[in-house]
């Protein structure tokens, strides 16, 4: 049985929410600000997310610990669909929570390395910094807040961190460990990210980096409608590949695109939208253009957001969401890595989803 996708949460430089979300993404607007050149850091705008207070999302500011940026952003997002969609049919060990992202936690892990590499002693340093250093802590204050006491999985896969979230929820579902599984995918805006990717990409690299989370509901079509949900996604196929070189990227993610097209029972020609992750994602456009033609069209969240690194899977997904299309259209994402790591996904999108 294919788990399908009921429910999206999510938060943005758009602001907070699905709707806030889909509004800009339908409207074409950009959420990018200007980047104050007295920071030091080396980009010159991003998509930040303003006014986010997680107390008043969740509705508890008493009893509120800080759980780090990162982990703040996935509380609240998971806590704006909980807010929608409680799940209280279901006991909880039979929610469970998969989350990913890249560079989360990169920040408070540095930090914790500085001091202990510069104080008297090396283990003088601020001891409240090591839970949110860790890379599941997103996933296991998502769980801790809520009670979702199912498996706790946190993924990382660098930019198709969206996509093997999506699949590792996919086969708790069938595998029978979780009826309802909260797939996310989440990413910060720090100073250490930026710099680290600035030169991770190579120095000269301009896309605007951005930051939140997306929250998808993964569970099987009969159950959601027996509680009045509909499907917003059916995932077709899910491909994951890693080229022997990056040169060879857009081979490899060609390959995987008609991998996941024979699998799905589909061809060029059913689909009817694809998002890549960014604009300037070069192999991307390669592989498309490799299947589908060169005057494939494409769009790209991360001009109107900024790159959003471990979690642009997630908002290509969102984005498509968002647009919707005819019934039963059908919507690729792609994605890769600049050290060859490739993966594309196909989703079926029922009409106006959002």
């Not at 995987?256 to 060029?268: M, N, P």
Request: with cysteine.
């Amino acid at each position: 049985m294919n788990p399908v996708i009921t429910a999206m949460s999510v938060i943005s430089p758009f602001g907070l929410g699905a709707d806030a979300f889909t509004s800009g993404v339908l409207a074409g607007r950009t959420a990018l600000s200007t980047v104050d050149p007295s920071g030091g850091l080396p980009y010159t705008a991003a998509g930040v997310v303003e006014e986010f207070d997680l107390g008043a999302i969740i509705g508890d500011s008493k009893n509120l610990t800080a759980p780090g940026r990162a982990a703040g952003l996935a509380v609240g997002t998971a806590g704006l669909l909980l807010r929608r969609h409680d799940l209280a049919e279901h006991p909880a060990i039979a929610k469970a929570v998969v989350l990913g992202g890249d560079l989360i936690g990169t920040d408070r892990a540095m930090m914790l390395t500085r001091q202990s590499m510069t104080s008297s002693q090396p283990f003088q340093v601020d001891t409240k910094a090591f839970p949110s250093s860790v890379m599941n802590n997103s996933a296991a204050q998502c769980a801790i807040r809520f009670g979702l006491r199912g498996p706790n999985t946190t993924v990382t896969t660098g930019r198709m961190t969206g996509l093997s979230v999506l699949a590792y929820a996919r086969r708790l579902h069938r595998q029978g460990r979780a009826p309802v599984v909260l797939a996310a995918a989440v990413e910060d805006l720090t100073p250490q990210r930026s710099w680290l990717t600035w030169h991770g990409h190579g120095a000269g690299a301009t896309d605007p980096l951005g930051e939140g989370c997306c929250v998808f509901l993964v569970e099987s079509a009969e159950a959601a409608a027996e509680h009045g949900r509909v499907p917003l996604a059916e995932p077709l196929a899910l491909e994951l590949g890693v080229a022997p070189n990056p040169d060879a990227a857009a081979e490899v993610l060609a390959t995987r695109i008609r991998r996941a097209l024979t699998a799905a029972g589909t061809s060029v020609a059913d689909v009817s939208s694809v998002v890549v992750s960014r604009g300037s994602a070069r192999t991307e456009l390669l592989a498309v253009a490799d299947v589908f033609g060169a005057d494939r069209r494409v769009s790209e969240p991360a001009s109107l957001i900024g790159d959003t690194d471990g979690a642009s899977a997630a908002f290509q997904l969102a984005m498509a969401i968002a647009r919707g299309g005819a019934s039963g259209s059908i919507a690729l994402v792609t994605s890769a890595d600049p050290d060859g790591h490739v993966g594309c996904g196909l989703f079926r999108i029922p009409e106006e989803t959002a």
